[in-house]
Structures are given as C-alpha cells and as structure tokens.
C-alpha cells in the first residue's frame, strides 16, 4: 500500500520561505511522476508543480521563480521549496504520485497560512 506523508507546512509571513517534503513508501518511489496541488477555502484543487521520474518539472504560472521542487530518489522524498510567499499561497498542500501505470496516490495534506 503505497503511502505519502507530507510535512513542514505552517504558518509563515509574506515574503517568508517554507519547505515541504513528502515521503513515500510502498511504492518504487524512482520510477514515479511526482506532483504538488493544493487546494485553498472554497476553490478547486489545483496543481502547483510536477516533477517526471526523470526530473523534468514543470510549474503553474502563479508560482514560477518562486516554488521549486526537487526528488531524492534515496530518500523517497519530493521537495516543494517555496520562497516569497504571498497570502495567495495560503492552502492545503497535497502530495501526488503518480506510478508508470498512472493509478494516482494522494498524501494527507499539509496546511501552509500566509499572514500578509
């Protein structure tokens, strides 16, 4: 049974930095695709950043050059590095991963609050 377990979210000013990270067991963490989403009060969940098995990543326009996520493979860990955060940001962080057949698996979630 595959399990994802995010943490370091938290409360945080505007302008500040956080780091997120998502361990997984159950699965061969290297052979998979590798998501963020999260999902604000009231809103859709949306996706924030994806990283492929071979590292290739990808980001929604409202975090470019502030998020960046990364994978340690050794680990069975997923980054989410987010700097000069904004109220907008506040949300449930939610990790994804996606294995080569594409059956998906979500994490729990993990709260991160902005204050401006």
């Known amino acids: 049974q595959v399990q994802l377990v995010e943490s370091g979210g938290g409360l945080v000013q505007a302008g500040g930095s956080l780091r997120l990270s998502c361990v997984a067991s159950g699965t061969i963490f290297s052979l998979n695709a590798m998501c963020w989403y999260r999902q604000a009060p009231g809103k859709k969940r949306e996706v924030v950043a994806s990283i492929t098995s071979g590292g290739s990543t990808n980001y929604a326009d409202s975090v470019k050059g502030r998020f960046t996520i990364s994978r340690d493979n050794a680990r069975s860990t997923v980054y989410l590095q987010m700097i000069d955060l904004k109220p907008e940001d506040t949300a449930v962080y939610y990790c994804?991963?996606?294995?080569?057949?594409?059956?998906?698996?979500w994490g729990q979630g993990t709260q991160v609050t902005v204050s401006s």
């Open positions: 994804y991963s996606v294995r080569p057949s594409l059956r998906g698996d």
